[in-house]
């Protein structure tokens, strides 16, 4: 079983839709979360990143994480076409630096005009 | 500013033979990290050098090795080539390694190696 395990998709909204991408994880040392965005054929860009419980905010895009539940959330607000890419959510443990991170599968969205 | 530069950006290989793919981090960023990406699946951690020395190494066989430069820039390479070594090959670069700290700055990837294994 892996680390982290991310919503498969593909998901495919209209725009303007709320988007909710989702992760577990089981390592409970995982402290750091992060979410990135990859269009394709790109490297991975990221998007926000998280240390432990809580909620961050940031334009469009909140980021929750829960660690009671080992469970973390990207949501999009007011999706855009250019939204449109491979959605990757990351973690890493205390005492590492973000260069060592274990990461989901990745969810592919489509934000359609 | 250049963002992280990795050569070549595609190549082809035949099985058994070695590759050597290389990554030019950020100016200034110390730390580089690689991480193999195949098709469908996340990136899967390799290996972090920071100031020239191994600070980190995931789970895959000694067929893989890199090495870190004075200037920073970095070297992966793969000997004796599988089929399954097909994927994309991923280097990061970030400003420092403080493991006190955990990743409180941020990490930026370079575009990335395909490697095709024929």
């Known amino acids: 079983q892996k680390e982290v395990e991310q919503d498969p998709g593909p998901l495919s909204v209209p725009e303007g839709a709320i988007v909710s991408l989702n992760c577990t994880y089981s390592?409970?040392?995982?402290?750091?979360f992060m979410w990135y965005r990859q269009y394709s054929r790109k490297g991975p860009e990221l998007l926000m990143y998280t240390y432990s419980s809580g909620n961050k905010e940031d334009g469009r895009f909140t980021a929750q994480v829960d660690k009671s539940s080992k469970y973390i959330s990207l949501f999009i607000r007011d999706s855009q076409p250019s939204d449109s890419a491979t959605y990757l959510c990351?973690?890493?443990?205390?005492?590492?630096?973000?260069?060592?991170?274990?990461f989901g599968d990745g969810t592919t969205l489509t934000v359609k005009p | 500013d250049a963002g992280v530069t990795q050569s070549p950006t595609h190549l082809i290989k035949t099985r058994g033979q070695q590759v050597t793919l290389r990554c030019s981090p950020i100016s200034g960023h110390k730390s580089v990290s690689w991480y193999q990406q195949v098709l469908g699946q996340g990136p899967q951690f390799i290996f972090q050098y920071y100031e020239k020395e191994e600070r980190g190494r995931g789970n895959f066989p000694d067929r893989f090795s890199a090495r870190q430069f004075p200037n920073y820039s970095s070297e992966l390479n793969v000997n004796a080539l599988l089929l399954g070594d097909s994927a994309l090959y991923l280097c990061a670069s970030s400003l420092e390694f403080d493991p006190r700290t955990g990743p409180g700055n941020t990490i930026y990837f370079g575009e990335g190696s395909w490697l095709t294994v024929v």
């Open positions: 390592n409970s040392a995982f402290q750091y």
């Open positions: 990351a973690m890493s443990t205390l005492g590492t630096n973000a260069g060592k991170s274990t």
